[in-house]
């Protein structure tokens, strides 16, 4: 008998324990195999049947409904689709020394008084605003406003403004807000006080508001800087009489602006406007004066915010000031009197802080000021005269909401 060697024989023990593996390992992927195959199979069957389905149904919906909707209809009846916004903004105001609607040294515009005491509707409105398409936006707002216990309802603001000019440029025309100082652009229901700072009364009759074209550039810098211009008409105050063929003023205002750190942030703005005076009118109709000429006013604002971490749910701070600077000079003519020449500058300043100290509720403190030089004596007791002192007040505020749109 011829004996394997030793190795030979392993390996002939290693093939027959491999060869049963091997073979059960074949039986399961066939296995696997024919259930893939079997899976497949009821797959395409399920999916033949909601075809089958779905045909069924689609000839059911053609057989109830034979004349198919009409698809553009729908879209052209929502193609305008507007942002409404309706702003109620009742007041009770009383005052323990009305000054009436003078300021001394100033000759005012019309809404630059206190207004009326008692209940009144204050200055309400309902603005619209929509995409007009790819191009231009629009927007108008109209204002109900309270004159002597009767409601005037006038076009506040009506204007369109493009969207994709190059270069960040953007173009707006019609009746706006001018953008010169950081209040001026803003509706007076959102302010932080209920009336404006002395200066802002005294020399932009509570705010600017005329038609004409503004021109913005928005540089291209991490750090906010925006620089615009703007042509008016011209006809209100502190402007008057729409000279040179509807151009009366003109502006130009540059606003910058950052953050420092997570908590803090500052906007700054330098503004002049030069408006041409043709016997504007002051807005005292028992004594008014008339008055020709020129003014130029200049108007450097800053405004700080503070939000802990950026988050001004719980507490926020909001201080900001101004100083104003104005030259008028030309003819002046007080109620019932002849023109006297006039020139002479202005000055005021404000500074104020609202502060959030717990949701819901805010304080703030105001304080403004108003200088004039001294007239002549053929201007002695006119509007322009200032009496041998200098305007000023300090107002104190407090405020609850339940929501952003909500104030008390």
């Known amino acids: 008998m011829k004996l394997l060697p030793i190795s030979t024989a392993i390996l002939v023990g290693f093939g027959a324990i491999a060869n049963p593996v091997q073979a059960e390992k074949s039986q399961d992927i066939q296995l696997l195999k024919e259930q893939l195959a079997e899976i497949q199979k009821n797959y395409q069957t399920q999916i033949q049947q ?40 009742g007041r009770y105001q009383t005052f323990s020394h009305d000054r009436g609607d003078n300021i001394p040294g100033f000759s005012l515009g019309a809404e630059a008084g206190n207004g009326s005491q008692g209940f009144s509707l204050g200055e309400s409105e309902l603005n619209l605003n929509s995409n007009i398409d790819d191009l231009l936006f629009g927007n108008i707002t109209l204002a109900f ?23 960040d440029f953007t173009l707006k025309a019609g009746r706006f807000f001018s953008s010169i100082a950081y209040m001026n652009e803003r509706h007076s229901h ?24 503004q021109l913005r550039w928005l540089a291209p810098t991490d750090t906010f800087l925006e620089m615009g211009g703007e042509l008016l008409r011209g006809a209100q105050y502190p402007a008057g009489g729409s000279s040179h063929n509807g151009v009366g003023s003109w502006s130009v205002f540059a606003h910058a602006g950052g953050d420092v750190g997570i908590s803090n942030s500052w906007l700054a703005g330098l503004s002049y406007l030069s408006a041409d005076l043709n016997e504007r009118e002051s807005g005292d109709e028992d004594n008014l004066d008339l008055f020709s000429g020129s003014s130029n006013l200049i108007i450097a604002d800053l ?37 006297s020449s006039y020139d ?11 502060y959030q100290f717990i949701p819901n509720w805010r304080f703030g403190l105001r304080a403004s000021g108003l200088s004039a030089d001294d007239v002549s004596a053929e201007l002695a007791g006119s509007s322009l005269d200032n009496q041998g002192h200098d305007p000023w007040e300090a107002s104190l505020m407090i405020d609850w909401s339940h929501s952003e749109f909500s104030l008390a």
Request: charge should be negative; aromatic fraction near 10%; hydrophobic fraction near 35%.
């Open 303 to 339: 405004v700080w915010t503070w939000s802990p971490q950026g988050n001004p749910y719980r507490n926020n701070a909001v201080i900001q000031g101004g100083i104003f600077w104005r030259d008028e000079s030309g003819r002046f003519a007080p109620s019932g009197s002849d023109w």
């Open 50 to 89: 909601l075809e089958s389905r779905i045909k069924q149904l689609e000839k059911l919906q053609q057989q109830k409904s034979p004349v198919p909707p009409p698809v553009q209809e729908q879209t052209r009846a929502n193609a305008f689709n507007p942002s409404i916004a309706l702003t109620l903004n």
């Open 145 to 167: 406003e309270d004159e002597n216990g009767d409601t005037a309802v006038a076009v506040e603001e009506a204007w369109i403004q493009t969207l994709t000019l190059p270069t």
């Open 190 to 213: 959102t302010d932080d006080f209920a009336d404006r700072p002395l200066p802002y009364r005294a020399m932009l009759n509570g705010r600017y508001l005329d038609d004409g074209v």
């Open 344 to 354: 002479g500058s202005q000055s005021g300043w404000y500074a104020q802080v609202a």
